[in-house]
């Protein structure tokens, strides 16, 4: 089963507008559960020593494979997976097919690391250098580089990196007048523009150990204030300190709040959610400092390189233009979010009903009571069922939210609790329905997405379908929503796909919903929210059998 993901790179990789805000989103770790691990260079080194043995796990070829399970009570059990392991991989398909259980594609995998976009003209390039053994360190909008592997390909010692990292943290020198990183904010044509001046003016090298680390590592000199902060800060902070053309850049601030922010084209959310699991799980079952261990005596200002660019005139002026840009666009972007505590997964699946359904229909219920409509609506599911395989759209707003959102935002005292159970109902069977058939690769968004694409390669006429303006519509996304939930997530988030849209990231967890939504000044986020709190409200007091309140 071959998914071709060619176009979807294309698609990807030949977008003009900027990485940031457009395109890369981030994901926010949970505090360490031992609040003195939280120092930000006891959490640095043992975040960045457990990225490198994952690292080593994956090149190693002993990462358990991740498994997409039809029907768990069957297949995710020990025996399963005993059975699964003696199995040829060219038959494990078929082990797997009697169970429903679908191993799932790991090809993006390996640009998880030493991995960063170039900006080109028309379509930019991925490109990956596993030979580099350094990681990529950014503090104040300076760049430092040392290695963290040695020449056998074995992890530095945790206290030398811890060594190297009190160093970079040592430095007082001033920020610098222009910040090279608010280059990789631009539009994608400008940017490859001047990265030839920059490669020109002598900074090839200097570029290439930035393109080629290991990963780059963000420490921000301050604390975060909240969730609404967090998310600025991880999403786009103020622009001086991320490399956003990295495949992830880790975020490390002040009081240790960590995240991870990444790039794109290269891969979705499954990978980096796995990346972030590992890496959560094994900082703190193994962490390779403690709050006490003394950095190494070692040579720290010659281990470490701290790169120099030499900027000329043009160069300088694309710096303050990007910065102008990037300042402009950031202060336009509203963050807000809510954490639901009445229910979640546990009160909703005792229920029958699916909890991302339910999320779902929420959302529907918002926007009708804030807009008096119903728009399109995308939420992305992984199709790593299939081989390379990316992403499918699953199409929450149907007929049967619809007309659920209606009765419950319009006409409440028409319906009894029954009625309006009995539609819940429908809902979430249809919504299960669309999930199956997305994660089958059944959707209709990417063969779309594919003939049209095939069309434009061969030079066909475009067919008047992709011209009707129900097409247009469709693909404009206004309520643009992802959800993942995982014990070592505190908070997603990404911006809205269109200037009149919301970015809503969301996770249904056992006894709580968290929702963070985006949004541009042609919509409120904070209002959305209120509705889509009312909507859990009505949704969790209709199931109790309580009437709606007006």
Known sequence: ????????????????????????????????????????????????????????????????????HLNPARSDTDTFKKLIRFVPSSLSWYGAYLVNAYPLDMSQYFRLFNSTRLPRPIRDELVTDEKARHLLVLRKGHFYVFDVLDQDGNIVSASEIQAHLKYILSDNSPAPAFPLAYLTTENRDVWAELRQKLVSGGNEETLRKVDSAVFCLCLDDFPMKDLVHLSHNMLHGDGTNRWFDKSFNLIIAKDGAAALHFEHAWGDGVAVLRLLNEMFKDSIQAPAVSPQSQPARTDSPAAVQKLNFKLNDALKTGISTAKEKFDAIVKTLTINFIQFRRGGKEFLKKQKLSPDSVAQLAFQMAFLRQYGQTVATYESCSTAAFKHGRTETIRPASIFTKRCSEAFVREPSQHS??????????????????????????????????????????????????????????????????????PAVNIGGFAPVVPDGFGIAYAVHDNWIGCNVSSYPGRNAREFLQCVEKALEDIFDAIEGKCIKT
């Not at 990807?12 to 559960?33: E, K, Q």
């Not at 043992?46 to 997409?68: C, D, H, Q, Y």
């Not at 997305?438 to 061969?458: E, I, N, S, T, V």
Request: proline share 5%; glycine share 6%.
């Open 1 to 68: 089963m071959m998914a071709s993901s060619g176009p979807w790179f294309d698609m990807y990789l030949s977008a003009r507008d900027s990485i940031v805000l457009n395109f890369n989103p981030f994901m926010a770790f949970n505090p360490d559960p031992k609040s003195e691990y939280n120092d930000q260079l006891t959490r640095a080194t043992n975040m960045t020593v457990s990225a490198i043995r994952f690292l080593k796990t994956l090149r190693a070829g002993l990462l358990e494979p991740e498994v997409f």
């Open 417 to 486: 609790t029954g009625e309006l159970q009995q539609m819940m109902a429908e809902c979430s069977k249809y919504h299960g329905q669309l999930t199956k058939e997305a994660a089958m690769g059944q959707g209709f968004d990417r063969h779309l997405f594919a003939l049209r694409y095939l069309a434009a390669a061969k030079g066909i006429v475009l067919p008047e379908l992709y011209l009707d303006p129900a097409y247009g519509q469709i693909n404009h996304n206004i309520l643009s929503t992802s959800t993942l939930s995982s």
